[in-house]
């Protein structure tokens, strides 16, 4: 039986994990995406890198892994962290976008402030919807996106960055790549 209670005191002490500072986007030359997609008891994770701010994409990778602990609202960075970091294990980014949320959680730890964390780099929450109980101090609408620091980032970097690489539909160009990876055929890689 999982500990809801116990789950919820270990992310709210994670929480206070999170380092919001400014970057100097001139630096940043690489932006990585990561999303992730089920099937039956497999969860298939996609990462794309792009050159920074012309949004060229310079690699795409997807791995398959099982999927290890069940879906529950609000606790989804226990689900997907496995694979996100099986798919940008070895990878070189200066910047991450996660398909979830950052500090706009109703705790203010979602799945790209974990995986900024484990990672300790700059990571990027953007989903396509809120959360119930999020502070509005947490994010930004951003074309269609919800934008939220992850970790190692300031809000209004974080918005920066992903306004320059939104598509005609208003979402980021990589993420919306690295979903598409992430729902196809075959595990691959490409560079």
């Given at each position: 039986m999982i500990d809801l209670r116990k789950l919820t005191e270990v992310q709210r002490r994670l929480s206070r994990k999170i380092v919001e500072k400014p970057i100097d986007i001139a630096k940043v030359k690489r932006v990585g995406a990561v999303d992730v997609s089920y099937k039956n008891n497999f969860a298939k994770a996609a990462f794309v890198c792009v050159e920074f701010p012309s949004g060229e994409i310079i690699k795409t990778k997807t791995i398959v892994t099982t999927v290890e602990f069940p879906y529950i609202p609000t606790f989804f960075f226990l689900r997907e962290t496995k694979p996100i970091l099986l798919a940008v294990k070895d990878e070189n980014f200066d910047v991450l976008l996660v398909e979830g949320h950052g500090k706009a959680h109703?705790?203010?730890?979602?799945?790209?402030?974990?995986?900024?964390?484990?990672?300790?780099?700059?990571?990027?929450?953007?989903?396509?919807?809120?959360?119930?109980?999020?502070?509005?101090?947490?994010?930004?609408?951003?074309?269609?996106?919800?934008?939220?620091?992850?970790?190692?980032?300031?809000?209004?970097?974080?918005?920066?960055?992903?306004?320059?690489?939104?598509?005609?539909?208003?979402?980021?160009?990589?993420?919306?790549?690295?979903?598409?990876?992430?729902?196809?055929g075959e595990s691959r890689e490409k560079e």
């Open positions: 109703p705790r203010r730890y979602g799945l790209a402030s974990h995986i900024g964390v484990i990672l300790s780099k700059p990571t990027i929450g953007v989903a396509k919807r809120l959360l119930r109980g999020v502070s509005k101090d947490t994010y930004v609408k951003v074309g269609k996106a919800f934008v939220s620091v992850g970790n190692l980032i300031t809000l209004n970097d974080a918005v920066r960055i992903v306004e320059k690489l939104l598509d005609e539909n208003g979402y980021p160009k990589p993420l919306n790549i690295a979903d598409k990876l992430s729902k196809r």
